[in-house]
């Protein structure tokens, strides 16, 4: 019982701190750098038009010319409370299902949810606080289709956080929809450790051939994504060796997945130094995403491992980092903030799958 009432003050004092960084954002980050389109969003006339139900930036300002009417910081308030919900919705199945029964997981969950940059970009009006809903209610969602827990109104529920999803953030479906059907068929063929690794090997040949299939158009996307940066006033953003020619986009594909998702490098934490604590956050997260590995796949020690976890692992953090990529190679600052959008869904499952090993 003591247990459940510590983790009870958790929500309480992580909603505290939401409340802080918002007024951090709106009084204080503000002053320093800009908040995306937070702004924007919110000096928007109201409107109201066919686009607001197929366009999450249309949807932002539609809301922000109505939250505006609550004056500075409260017309954050909203968006923020959202995102909480999100981290609601995840802590409060962990625990029922015992992932916190560890205290040490409990500690290593809390701090990875309190990375100053995913604190900031979630409490205010911003796309990045309701992607961090969609996407934990996704993660919460594959958890129990794979422990074969869903029921009626949680296929209700998907379709709803589907169309959400689709408006937002359509290119993470390419990391959900792959597990989702790894999972599906290694139940339904009731595959074994083998079987779950040649499934595993026919869908990753199948994803590569489809990548390739679709180079194409690859190329027309990537090569034009550079024009939607600023150079000239967004001083961080890097010079384009990244997407010059066609095939740009598989050279080196690996070494700038990461650091798309890494955000700022040594030599630009040298030459700003405000960046060294984005580089530092970024170093704590690779650590927590470490950590977890190490747990899952210690079983090799005693030549044992968990395929399906391992498959699931791969699924997630490979297209995760794949359609982030072209989004944050070219600028520190986006691939921060973009990182928010699919990092609760990132961690939520690492955290699982950890849990699932370790618990066998």
Not at 37 to 64: K, Q, V, W
Not at 238 to 263: K, T
Request: with cysteine; aromatic share 18%; glycine share 4%.
């Amino acid at each position: 019982m003591k247990v459940s009432l510590k983790q009870n003050k958790i929500l309480c004092y992580f909603f505290c701190l939401k409340i802080f960084m918002m007024l951090f954002a709106e009084f204080v980050y503000s002053q320093l750098s800009q908040l995306g389109d937070t702004h924007r969003y919110l000096e928007t006339s109201p409107f109201f038009n066919a686009s607001i139900f197929y366009s999450s930036t249309s949807m932002m300002e539609f809301t922000g010319s109505l939250v505006k009417y609550l004056q500075p910081p409260m017309y954050h308030l909203p968006a923020m409370v959202i995102s909480f919900c999100g981290f609601v919705l995840v802590f409060n199945y962990f625990k029922s299902i015992g992932v916190f029964r560890s205290t040490n997981i409990l500690i290593l969950f809390v701090l990875a949810n309190l990375m100053p940059s995913y604190l900031l970009w979630t409490s205010v009006h911003s796309k990045e606080a309701i992607s961090v809903f969609i996407m934990s209610f996704f993660a919460v969602f594959l958890i129990k289709y794979e422990r074969s827990e869903i029921k009626g109104k949680d296929w209700f529920a998907f379709i709803i956080f589907m169309y959400l999803g689709l408006v937002f953030k359509a290119q993470y479906f390419a990391a959900i929809i792959s597990c989702l059907v790894f999972i599906y068929l290694y139940k339904k063929l009731n595959c074994k450790a083998l079987g779950k690794l040649m499934l595993f090997t026919l869908m990753i040949g199948t994803q590569v051939l489809i990548l390739f299939g679709l180079s194409d158009i690859i190329d027309a996307v990537t090569l034009n994504m550079y024009q939607h940066f600023d150079p000239e006033n967004a001083r961080s953003t890097r010079e384009n060796i990244y997407f010059v020619n066609e095939g740009d986009f598989f050279r080196n594909m690996f070494s700038n997945m990461l650091l798309a998702a890494w955000g700022p490098t040594l030599a630009e934490v040298a030459s700003k130094p405000l960046m060294a604590l984005f580089f530092l956050e970024s170093l704590c997260i690779a650590l927590i995403i470490i950590i977890l590995l190490f747990g899952m796949f210690k079983q090799l020690l005693n030549y044992q491992l968990n395929i399906s976890v391992l498959v699931l692992s791969f699924l997630m953090i490979f297209w995760l980092l794949l359609v982030h990529y072209p989004f944050g190679i070219f600028n520190p600052g986006s691939a921060i903030r973009y990182r928010q959008n699919f990092y609760p869904l990132l961690i939520t499952l690492l955290f699982y799958l950890n849990f699932k090993t370790s618990n066998k």
